[in-house]
């Protein structure tokens, strides 16, 4: 097994330095208008006047910190420094606090609302660049970010935080996070894009505040998102905490799994920790039900209509591939170390380009790449297999 790790990680870090983080260095940088370009789409094709979203943005500036953080090399700091600078300078609202959702390609405001998902991971890759770098101004602006979370967007009485709001902390009639998501108040995703950061900024901000707020976080998913017979999470909710759609997002499964471990770990609570442990190991092998061998996670099952998207998304299998690792690391099972392996080997076969670099978006249920979808754009980022690889990397740097 030892020897599997070793080659799985020396495997990893090659994708990840010549694959993955090369091709935004060499593709995506605007040299004309600053920061980096919005899309290139599914056939390579540059978009240089596509929007700008904050979450490209703010995942750029995470990757390349961490890749500088574990790899120390000057390309991935000055990288990480663009984008760093330009979420500052465009992206964050001087007179309101927050992050705005869009640019436009010259980087002046398109949609100004408060879409607390991006603000999540603002903090994020702020808070990574504090970590890579020691920059003070980074963590001053992620605890800022953190204070309009708190102070805008958490529900005082009922728990949980609140998907969206205006430019001015107002309330919002369309609060969804894309076209494909329901319109309700509080979603799983976005809470998970929440307890992400904060355990990233506890890291190096041990602030008593966010300790419970991360605490709290870790408490909602365990008692209110997880389906407790399933051990799925449920989607979205409205006000009271009600589940309002019956759908399983597998890879939203297997990614929640090991960032509410994670975040366990990094609070430090033996007593939090002996309950949520369990329920990781739960959670990962209900996402299981997801996965075919040789052939990759499939999307998510709508249980009230029988639907099944069974397209392979890019992000499903790095999710995948990590939190098997996780089980494996952390409880010994090494027939999660197999299915880590065996998702590894669908990722190689299908998803890398090894002609053009970067991963394509999916691969359709006939066994067909997706060339529709982006390469590179609002939601296709470097973070998910930019982070599977640097997971592996930090997780086995004694192998």
Same mark, same amino acid.
């Given at each position: 097994?030892?020897?599997?790790? &070793?080659?799985?990680?020396?495997?990893?870090?090659?994708?990840?330095?010549?694959?993955?983080?090369?091709?935004?260095? %060499?593709?995506? /940088?605007?040299?004309?208008?600053? *920061?980096?370009?919005?899309? @290139?789409?599914?056939?390579?094709?540059?978009?240089?006047?596509?929007?700008?979203? &904050?979450?490209?943005?703010?995942?750029?500036?995470?990757?390349?910190?961490?890749?500088?953080?574990?790899?120390?090399?000057?390309?991935?700091?000055?990288?990480?420094?663009?984008?760093?600078?330009?979420?500052?300078?465009?992206?964050? +609202?001087?007179?309101?606090?927050?992050?705005?959702?869009?640019?436009? #390609?010259?980087?002046?405001?398109? +949609?100004?609302?408060?879409?607390?998902?991006?603000? *999540?991971?603002?903090?994020?890759?702020?808070? %990574?660049?504090?970590?890579?770098?020691?920059?003070?101004?980074?963590?001053?602006?992620?605890?800022?970010?953190?204070?309009?979370? %708190?102070?805008?967007?958490?529900?005082?009485?009922?728990?949980?935080?609140?998907?969206?709001?205006?430019?001015?902390?107002?309330?919002? &009639?369309?609060?969804?996070?894309?076209?494909?998501?329901?319109?309700?108040?509080?979603?799983?995703?976005?809470?998970?894009?929440?307890?992400?950061?904060?355990?990233?900024?506890?890291?190096?901000?041990?602030?008593?505040?966010?300790?419970?707020?991360?605490?709290?976080?870790?408490?909602?998913?365990?008692?209110?998102?997880?389906?407790?017979?399933?051990?799925?999470?449920?989607?979205?909710?409205?006000?009271?905490?009600?589940?309002?759609?019956?759908?399983?997002?597998?890879?939203?499964?297997?990614?929640?799994?090991?960032? @509410?471990?994670?975040?366990?770990?990094?609070?430090? +609570?033996?007593?939090?920790?002996?309950?949520?442990?369990?329920?990781?190991?739960? /959670?990962?092998?209900?996402?299981?039900? *997801?996965?075919?061998?040789?052939? *990759?996670?499939?999307?998510?099952?709508?249980?009230?209509?029988?639907?099944?998207?069974?397209?392979?998304?890019?992000?499903?299998?790095?999710?995948?591939?990590?939190?098997?690792?996780?089980?494996?690391?952390?409880?010994?099972?090494?027939?999660?170390?197999?299915?880590?392996?065996?998702?590894?080997?669908?990722?190689?076969?299908?998803?890398?380009?090894?002609?053009?670099?970067?991963? #394509?978006?999916?691969?359709?249920?006939?066994?067909?790449?997706?060339?529709?979808?982006?390469?590179?754009?609002?939601?296709?980022?470097?973070?998910?297999?930019?982070?599977?690889?640097?997971?592996?990397?930090?997780?086995?740097?004694?192998?």
């Amino acid at each position: 097994m030892k020897q599997k790790v &070793a080659s799985l990680r020396h495997e990893m870090q090659e994708v990840l330095t010549d694959n993955i983080l090369s091709y935004w260095i %060499e593709k995506m /940088i605007d040299s004309t208008h600053g *920061g980096f370009y919005g899309r @290139i789409t599914g056939d390579e094709v540059l978009m240089p006047q596509s929007d700008k979203g &904050a979450i490209l943005n703010a995942r750029i500036l995470w990757t390349f910190s961490s890749a500088y953080r574990l790899l120390k090399r000057d390309a991935y700091l000055e990288t990480a420094k663009r984008a760093k600078d330009y979420v500052l300078a465009h992206f964050y +609202d001087p007179e309101f606090g927050g992050i705005y959702w869009s640019l436009n #390609y010259q980087g002046h405001p398109v +949609d100004t609302k408060k879409q607390i998902y991006a603000l *999540g991971f603002a903090i994020y890759g702020l808070s %990574e660049f504090h970590r890579a770098t020691g920059d003070a101004e980074a963590l001053e602006y992620a605890i800022r970010l953190f204070e309009c979370i %708190e102070k805008h967007s958490f529900d005082t009485q009922k728990n949980g935080y609140y998907e969206a709001l205006t430019r001015q902390w107002g309330e919002i &009639a369309d609060m969804r996070l894309s076209e494909k998501d329901a319109n309700e108040c509080k979603t799983m995703n976005t809470h998970l894009h929440i307890l992400e950061p904060y355990t990233n900024l506890y890291r190096v901000w041990k602030d008593e505040r966010l300790k419970k707020q991360l605490h709290n976080l870790i408490e909602l998913f365990i008692n209110k998102i997880l389906n407790q017979e399933s051990a799925h999470l449920q989607l979205f909710f409205d006000d009271d905490w009600n589940s309002k759609y019956n759908i399983v997002s597998y890879g939203h499964d297997i990614e929640a799994s090991w960032l @509410i471990h994670e975040a366990a770990l990094e609070l430090g +609570d033996a007593d939090l920790l002996k309950r949520v442990e369990p329920l990781v190991v739960r /959670i990962a092998e209900a996402a299981k039900e *997801g996965f075919t061998p040789r052939r *990759g996670m499939i999307y998510e099952r709508n249980l009230d209509n029988g639907h099944i998207d069974a397209d392979r998304h890019w992000w499903v299998q790095a999710e995948a591939v990590v939190g098997y690792l996780n089980i494996y690391q952390h409880f010994g099972d090494e027939s999660a170390l197999e299915t880590a392996l065996d998702c590894w080997a669908f990722i190689k076969e299908h998803l890398i380009d090894y002609t053009n670099g970067e991963w #394509y978006w999916s691969l359709y249920a006939n066994d067909t790449v997706n060339h529709i979808d982006d390469k590179a754009g609002f939601w296709k980022c470097p973070y998910h297999n930019g982070r599977m690889c640097m997971e592996m990397i930090e997780r086995f740097s004694n192998n």
